[in-house]
């Protein structure tokens, strides 16, 4: 099977060869301060992220302020709280985009967001941004997947609900741009035993794309064990502190814990390797104490080698031990001593029968 495509986001390549993209997901952790966004921003770069990333949209862009049927969460995390409510609260400003982006460039940090309608996409091509993602819920938005196709830049769906049709028809919809599938499962937070990682080499496999995953559980096992399913593209919620609260503070990482999991991402994506049979270089010394034939009590010349005086054993300079039926019963071409191993040139030539 070919390898996926991959693709390049702010001059970074992105895909099969190339280590895990880690992307900090600021959301609604900043808590309606700029001052904590930009120490967001700082504190990504710090721990080891590759990019950050914003949600871009307001409560009336994404919602209408509305208590009827629907409106009202119930159960979760945000339980009692109308979605108009919820997203006045966890919405990052539109005009703090500029002073973020501007300092994510600053630190060489790679900054892009989730728009949520045309005018969300349009603020962030003045801006500049280099990348755009889709989020789950919006999957099924196909206007709004062509419209940031639209642009040529480099699209990232996030596939949380969706079915395998829904994903096509998000796959088809986005045209011919560079394309990444991440993974997800849309819980706040989500149990491990349904995050079906196993889907990850199966969405590469199904539409030839780069795939990763947008994680919500607690802690870091499953973004690392995601990428030894093959994702390269990890999305991970970042907070400064969950103490301090915030929409999402839930489910995210705090700095030392995003760092532990970059850390932990990176050696898993280079234990990978490839696949090989053979000695590497950190074991090219334990050829030599791999199992031989061994002299184990002293020998006399013709005398017959038997199971009482040669054994397989360490270290390995004799014979391999799958010679011993061989040697068994053949006579000593010389006298040998305990501890020799043993050679070819060490046994007298055969009898040939007349």
Same mark, same amino acid.
């Given at each position: 099977?070919?390898?996926?495509?991959?693709?390049? *986001?702010?001059?970074?390549?992105?895909?099969?060869?190339?280590?895990?993209?880690?992307?900090?997901?600021?959301?609604?952790?900043?808590?309606?301060?700029?001052?904590?966004?930009?120490?967001?921003?700082?504190?990504?770069?710090?721990?080891?992220?590759?990019?950050?990333?914003?949600?871009?949209?307001?409560? &009336?862009?994404?919602? *209408? &302020?509305?208590?009827?049927?629907?409106?009202?969460?119930?159960?979760?995390?945000?339980?009692?709280?109308?979605?108009? &409510?919820?997203?006045?609260?966890?919405?990052?400003?539109? &005009?703090?985009?500029?002073?973020?982006?501007?300092?994510?460039?600053?630190?060489?940090?790679?900054?892009?967001?989730?728009?949520?309608?045309?005018?969300?996409?349009?603020?962030?091509?003045?801006?500049?941004?280099?990348?755009?993602?889709?989020?789950?819920?919006?999957?099924?938005?196909?206007?709004? *997947?062509?419209?940031?196709?639209?642009?040529?830049?480099?699209?990232?769906?996030?596939?949380?609900?969706?079915?395998?049709?829904? *994903?096509?028809?998000?796959?088809?919809?986005?045209?011919?741009?560079?394309?990444?599938?991440?993974?997800c499962v849309s819980g706040y937070p989500t149990p491990p035993e349904e995050c079906n990682l196993r889907t990850i080499p199966h969405l590469a496999e199904a539409f030839g794309v780069t795939t990763g995953l947008s994680d919500h559980t607690h802690g870091v096992a499953v973004p690392v064990a995601a990428v030894a399913q093959g994702a390269t593209i990890i999305e991970k919620h970042f907070t400064l502190s969950r103490a301090d609260g915030g929409v999402d503070s839930a489910f995210s990482l705090e700095p030392a814990e995003f760092k532990a999991m970059a850390e932990a991402a990176r050696t898993a994506w280079a234990a990978l390797g490839r696949v090989h049979y053979g000695v590497e270089p950190s074991e090219a010394g334990g050829r030599s104490y791999r199992r031989s034939l061994y002299v184990t009590a002293d020998i006399a010349a013709g005398e017959p080698l038997t199971v009482g005086n040669v054994r397989s054993i360490r270290p390995g300079f004799g014979l391999e031990p799958k010679h011993l039926p061989a040697v068994l019963g053949r006579r000593a071409a010389r006298p040998l001593r305990r501890g020799e191993p043993l050679r070819w040139d060490m046994l007298a030539p055969e009898e040939t029968g007349r």
């Open positions: 099977m070919s390898q996926p495509a991959a693709l390049e *986001i702010a001059g970074r390549p992105i895909g099969p060869g190339h280590p895990p993209y880690l992307i900090a997901e600021l959301s609604g952790n900043h808590n309606g301060d700029l001052s904590r966004a930009l120490a967001l921003v700082e504190a990504a770069k710090e721990a080891g992220a590759d990019a950050v990333k914003l949600q871009t949209y307001t409560a &009336d862009t994404i919602t *209408i &302020d509305h208590d009827g049927p629907g409106f009202r969460l119930e159960g979760g995390l945000w339980a009692g709280r109308t979605l108009h &409510d919820l997203y006045r609260e966890a919405h990052t400003p539109w &005009d703090w985009h500029a002073p973020l982006f501007a300092r994510a460039r600053e630190l060489g940090l790679a900054i892009f967001s989730s728009p949520f309608d045309e005018t969300a996409v349009a603020l962030l091509e003045e801006l500049d941004a280099p990348a755009f993602k889709i989020a789950s819920f919006e999957l099924i938005d196909l206007p709004l *997947i062509r419209r940031a196709a639209r642009s040529g830049r480099p699209l990232i769906l996030s596939t949380g609900l969706a079915t395998l049709g829904e *994903i096509a028809e998000g796959v088809e919809a986005a045209g011919d741009v560079p394309l990444a599938l991440l993974h």
